[in-house]
């Protein structure tokens, strides 16, 4: 049974740091990559970043540039999200999910997406205070 293990979400100030990890069992993490998602209350879930299933290929959503760091240890069948400089908008359950690549979409009035998806983490929460 595929399945992904979200962790290391929490409460932190504005200007903070959190990393979030995502353990994979029951499948190769290897063969998959892994992008990290985010809802906050009241709004749709949007793609944050995704790396490739040998980490040579990486993509950020322009609210993670510069501030967010994805990477993975397939040794450990893990993919981390660092993040720095938090801010209270990035408040949100964050989810992993893994599929064959990282299709990043943005569909007008849609919000940034990676699709192809196909097994999901049940989140981990983050809360960012002012």
């Known amino acids: 049974q595929l399945q992904l293990v979200e962790s290391g979400g929490g409460s932190v100030q504005s200007g903070g740091s959190l990393r979030l990890s995502c353990v994979a069992s029951?499948?190769?993490?290897?063969?998959?990559?892994v992008g990290w998602f985010r809802q906050a209350p009241g709004k749709q879930r949007e793609g944050v970043s995704c790396?490739?299933?040998?980490?040579?290929?990486?993509d950020y959503a322009d609210s993670a540039k510069g501030r967010f760091s994805i990477s993975r240890d397939n040794a450990k069948s893990t993919v981390y999200l660092q993040m720095n400089n938090l801010k209270p908008e990035d408040t949100a359950e964050y989810y992993c999910?893994?599929?064959?690549?990282?299709?990043?979409?943005?569909?007008?009035?849609?919000?940034?997406?990676?699709?192809?998806?196909?097994?999901w983490g049940k989140g981990t929460l983050v809360t960012i205070s002012p």
């Open positions: 999910a893994a599929g064959l690549q990282c299709k990043a979409t943005k569909v007008e009035g849609r919000p940034y997406y990676y699709y192809g998806m196909d097994s």
């Open positions: 029951g499948f190769t993490l290897d063969l998959y990559a």
């Open positions: 790396i490739s299933n040998n980490g040579f290929n990486i």
